[in-house]
């Protein structure tokens, strides 16, 4: 995650691998040393989809640069836009600003190129992310809202009038069962149930208590059903998809994501359920999860050693108590004590 709470895009990959990870590690007494490399956060199934979501916005507004210094009218390549419409809008993550397109070129066959221009209140900066409005559809389950009301007309005949289309990716979690700890997914041994990660201890924060973290694994198979109204559309975004996918795997991994990969295509389908125009896609993909649990637990504040030696008759002197008197336990300390025998020699 950027430090503005958007997800990372998925060129970024070179600069990442250079960022001392994660960004907020605790300096308390459990993280001596340098900062471990691993996951920023846990996700859960919902958690991964609203990744997916958040990247397939910017994925639809990447670009590239051709002409944008010094003009608010910039021309840019946009190679994974769906759409690339006069008047459709993109607006800018950064800075808020709103652009426009305004020209979009043609190939000598009047195919698009993804070349347009852009018309904006500012400058586009390098490193400036775009969202477009107008955009590939990615939601929960089937989009039950499109279903399209039946009508006859006076001859009693079925009439249905079809309303504008925009293309639709579904998702639904067919499969979910505990994860399993080995190479083979829904394989055993199991997780079957939560199993201690590790303490977090940061005395910045409160040294009284640590942070005690339990997880447990998830097998997660996804289907992503892809709507759209001909063959050659639907089959063109299902290979777009899949891109899109391979591409972002370590953004969602980088941000919780277990693991994710391709499962499997199913039979291609005509859908006449919601209305008679629909061709529909249907890929599942392999998604591995881990939902993590924390519970407060009381430290250690002092420790009483007594040493009771009874075979000569030695007997405990002084009891040894030690506590911290910042209130923090050293986990590093060694307690000083002593056993004295009867002659009062030490040993």
Known sequence: MLPDGTLESFDMRFAMAFRSLPLNEPEGTSYPGAPRQKRLSSANVIKAMDYVDESLGQYQGYW???????????????????????????????????????DVFRNKDGLKTGEIVLEGAGPLNIWDRLIPDHRLVFTHSFPKALAQPYKFDDDTNLE???????????????????????????????????????????????CDYAQQVEGQQFDNILQFDIWA????????????????????????????????????????ALVTRWRNDIVNR?????????????????????????FDVLTHGEENVAAATIADPSGCVDPTAKISFEIVDGPGEIF
């Not at 010094?70 to 769906?82: C, D, E, K, L, W």
């Not at 067919?174 to 977090?200: M, N, T, V, W, Y």
């Not at 899949?242 to 391709?262: A, Q, R, T």
């Open 64 to 102: 590239k640069p051709i002409e944008i210094e010094g003009t608010n009218r910039p021309r840019v390549h946009m190679p994974f836009a769906i759409y690339l419409d006069v008047n459709d809008t993109y607006q800018c993550i950064e800075t808020g600003l709103t652009y426009t397109i305004v």
């Open 229 to 268: 109204q001909t063959n050659k559309r639907a089959s063109f975004i299902a290979e777009w998809f899949h891109d899109f996918m391979i591409k972002h795997v370590w953004v969602w991994k980088l941000n919780g994501v277990k693991d994710v990969y391709y499962w499997q295509q199913t039979a291609d």
């Open 160 to 206: 249905q009038v079809d309303k504008p289309w925009t293309d639709h990716i579904t998702w639904l979690l067919i499969r979910r069962e505990p994860g399993s700890l080995g190479r083979a997914p829904f394989a055993d041994p199991r997780e079957q149930k939560p199993r201690h990660r590790e303490f977090i201890v940061d005395d910045r924060l409160d």
């Open 282 to 306: 249907t890929v599942q993909w392999y998604v591995q999860t881990e939902r993590l649990s924390h519970t407060s637990i009381r430290r250690l504040r002092e420790i009483d050693v007594t």
